[in-house]
Nanobody, 126 residues
Framework: QVQLVESGGGLVQPGGSLRLSCAAS????????VAWFRQSPGSEREFVAV????????TYGESVRGRFTISRDNAKNMVYLQMTSLKAEDTAVYYC???????????????????WGQGTQVTVSS
């Protein structure tokens, strides 16, 4: 049974930093591309970042580029999202996702991902 479990969310002040983690189990982790999405109330799920399984290619959403960094540790079956210069508009539930057959043209499409975590809340507020 595949499981993705996010952690590291919380309350942070504007301009602050936070690192999210996602622990994967039940799959050959190195064979999967991994991504982060986020969703705020009343909004659709938004693409944040993806890290492809081969080559380490990354793509970031326009609103987070230059502030967020996605990384992975295949030995530990972990995915991370380092978030810096956080803004109020970054407030959302953040989800980890994984897909084995992900292709570049659909990397921003949430429906393309096979597995999802339960999400972790990030609140940016003073």
């Amino acid at each position: 049974q595949v499981q993705l479990v996010e952690s590291g969310g919380g309350l942070v002040q504007p301009g602050g930093s936070l690192r999210l983690s996602c622990a994967a189990s039940g799959l050959t982790f190195s064979s999967y591309s991994v991504a982060w999405f986020r969703q705020s109330p009343g909004s659709e799920r938004e693409f944040v970042a993806v890290l492809f399984r081969s080559g380490g290619h990354t793509t970031y959403g326009e609103s987070v580029r230059g502030r967020f960094t996605i990384s992975r540790d295949n030995a530990k079956n972990m995915v991370y999202l380092q978030m810096t210069s956080l803004k109020a508009e970054d407030t959302a539930v953040y989800y980890c996702a994984a897909d084995r057959g992900l292709i570049a043209s659909t990397r921003r499409d949430a429906s393309q991902y096979d597995y999802w975590g339960q999400g972790t809340q990030v609140t940016v507020s003073s």
